[in-house]
């Protein structure tokens, strides 16, 4: 398999971390992403020596903040010619609620429109990189959101923290459907998929610090597969789960809904030039 540059959000830690190490392990250039440079430079380090790869780099960034996340952009961007997947890996799951800047509450900010900002910011790399592919990872938690109450979004000023992460996995879901629809036409695909129950610092937040859940690199083991896999490559809206493409829940299918996910994904990161993927190419 030819060598692919990957960049795989955060992936210092948990499932992140085991899909760049095997990642890397397959002899692609991974580009590494965390928020913590101390931490970075040693999964970097780790990962160096256990691989015996010298194609991984590290990018410092919090999700949370939208400048980080251009900047991110930016420095990827500034460094490589080329991007063959962007995998949105990084998320949250917030007990407590948590505000980011502009008064988005945590866990969207993390889980949902970082991954709307990262892609429509990478997009013009993808483009000239294609065939690429956007793979967003969501949650079977979507299936859990029977209803979307728009009005206590972004800020969830009515906190409930199952909720606002199934929120923002629906969000993700319906997102990447969307925009699945909008990139016909670029060479670049975008899917989303559910890693399975895996024992990360994610679930113990929400299990309150128990144990549980498969080790890390059973989650990795899909989220190379929507990198990388042939059937992945010509799949594009589709939405992966107990390893197979599966339907997602209704109302992730509901065209309202992903039109309104869509606009406020967009309006609150900027992401304006969606109207026109192609022009990213030029």
Known sequence: MAERTILVTGSTDGIGEATARELSRQGHRVLLHGRNPEKGRKVLAELEENTGADRLDLFIADLSVQEQVMRLAE??????????????NAGVFMPERAVAPGGIEMTFAVNFLSQVLLA???LGLLERSAPARIVNVASIAHRSARSVDWGNLPGFPDYDAY????VSKLGV???TARLARTLEGTGVTANSLHPG???????RAYTGGRDGGAPPEKGAEVEVHLALSPDAGETSGG????????????????AGVQEQFWEMGSSLT????????????R
């Open 75 to 88: 420095e990827v961007a500034g460094a490589y010619d080329r991007l063959d997947v962007l995998i949105n």
């Open 120 to 122: 429509h910011e990478l």
């Open 163 to 166: 909720d606002a992460y199934a």
């Open 173 to 175: 879901v319906a997102f």
């Open 197 to 203: 129950v895996i024992d990360t610092k994610l679930l």
């Open 239 to 254: 939405y992966f789960e107990e390893n197979r493409w599966k339907r997602p829940s209704s109302l992730a299918l509901d």
């Open 270 to 281: 900027g992401a304006v030039r969606w109207a026109d993927p192609k022009a990213y190419a």
